[in-house]
């Protein structure tokens, strides 16, 4: 018959317990230690990084998205603070703050004629040709990430996709999945009609219509009833190129 362990047995085998506990709580702190003290020497050596490169990370665009990837990379955003050690070093806050002002700009300036919503490509090119005295370029990233400095002040500025576009809102209209879909259709001609609307998504004429009508209210739709078929049409600017956003950037880069 097998013996019960006794009262020795238990304190020895408590013992023992407590022994490797404390011993992986020792590892477990040593782990934490080494790599707090790595990050601290890539931190270091970031800092040097920027340093040496700080013409290029101003100047090339896909220099600025590599740093900007290593930064992720150890946790450090060199976006967080206009007055911090980055932005003293690179100028890099004053840079996306400046093209945070032109988004804004871009964006009242072209809202009434497509009522807030803009391609993020045709944002990028009025922004360059306001911009084409600065001998800073910038890309889609540099304004995704300006614009998501914008967030923080509740502005209403955000990115979405439809389809394979990106489109900027600003203007604090909630688009759902009805009006993304609707979106999503206008982009192959930059219009819709309510019967088309009705085959491609397979509804009833009634969510149709009152999701064109909401999208009619809220300035980013334009009825067209002169076409010879006499089928309205639903005309999305911010899918499709204006004449009005082109007449826009004219006088932004002006």
Known sequence: MRRRPGISGLQTAAATRDQYRSLGENVAKIRTDLMMEQLSIFR????????????????????????????????????????????????????????????????????????????????????????????????????????SKLKALGSGFEVFSVGNRKLVRSVPTELNKDHNQILEIAQARGYVTSEEVQVSLMWHSGRV??????????????????????????????????????????????
């Open 44 to 147: 270091s050596q970031l800092e040097e990084f920027a340093r040496k490169h700080k013409n290029d990370i101003r100047k090339s665009p896909a220099f600025r998205a590599q740093f900007h990837s290593m930064c992720a990379k150890i946790g450090v955003d060199p976006l967080a603070s206009n007055k911090g050690f980055w932005a003293e070093l690179l100028g890099i806050g004053d840079f996306y703050y400046e093209l945070g002002v032109q988004i804004v700009n871009v964006c009242l300036s072209t809202r009434p004629h497509n009522g807030g919503l803009i391609d993020l490509e045709e944002l990028r090119g009025l922004l360059s040709k306001q911009r084409r005295s600065s001998r800073d370029p910038i890309t889609d990233d540099d304004c995704l990430r300006a614009i």
């Open 209 to 254: 219509i009152d999701t064109l009508e909401t999208l009619m209210k809220e300035g980013l739709a334009m009825v067209d009833d002169g076409h010879p078929d006499g089928i309205r049409r639903f005309w999305f600017p911010c899918v499709g190129s204006t004449s009005g956003a082109v007449e826009a950037g004219s006088e932004l880069s002006s």
